[in-house]
């Protein structure tokens, strides 16, 4: 059992940054291909950032890229995603999940954290 709990949302300028964690508990949790997640009111939830368990590969979604870093330390079982150069569209509430597949589709992870905020002002 994993559970996952996303902090380090809120209110930010368009072109500012924040930096989302994801706490996560239990002892088998460094072991988790873990992923960010992104949705808004009436929209499926949608990919934006995943590391593999070792934290050598990441993928991240076309929009994203090169704005964003995914990063995890097992030491703090603690996933990151680093969010610059923060556009109106980036708003959404973003879960962290965690899976034992290598995959970006949502029904396909176990585990998921409550979500948390993130509004870009424009």
């Known amino acids: 059992q994993v559970q996952l709990v996303e902090s380090g949302g809120g209110l930010v300028q368009h072109g500012g940054s924040l930096r989302l964690s994801c706490a996560a508990s239990?002892?088998?949790?460094?072991?988790?291909?873990m992923a960010w997640f992104r949705q808004t009111p009436g929209k499926e939830r949608r990919f934006v950032a995943v590391?593999?368990?070792?934290?050598?590969?990441?993928l991240y979604e076309d929009s994203v890229k090169g704005r964003f870093t995914i990063s995890r330390d097992d030491v703090k079982n603690t996933v990151y995603l680093q969010m610059n150069s923060l556009k109106p569209e980036d708003t959404a509430v973003y879960y962290c999940?965690?899976?034992?597949?290598?995959?970006?589709?949502?029904?396909?992870?176990?585990?998921w954290g409550q979500g948390t905020q993130v509004t870009v002002s424009s």
């Open positions: 999940a965690a899976s034992r597949l290598w995959t970006i589709i949502p029904a396909q992870y176990d585990y």
């Open positions: 239990g002892r088998t949790s460094y072991m988790y291909v």
């Open positions: 590391i593999s368990s070792s934290g050598g590969t990441t």
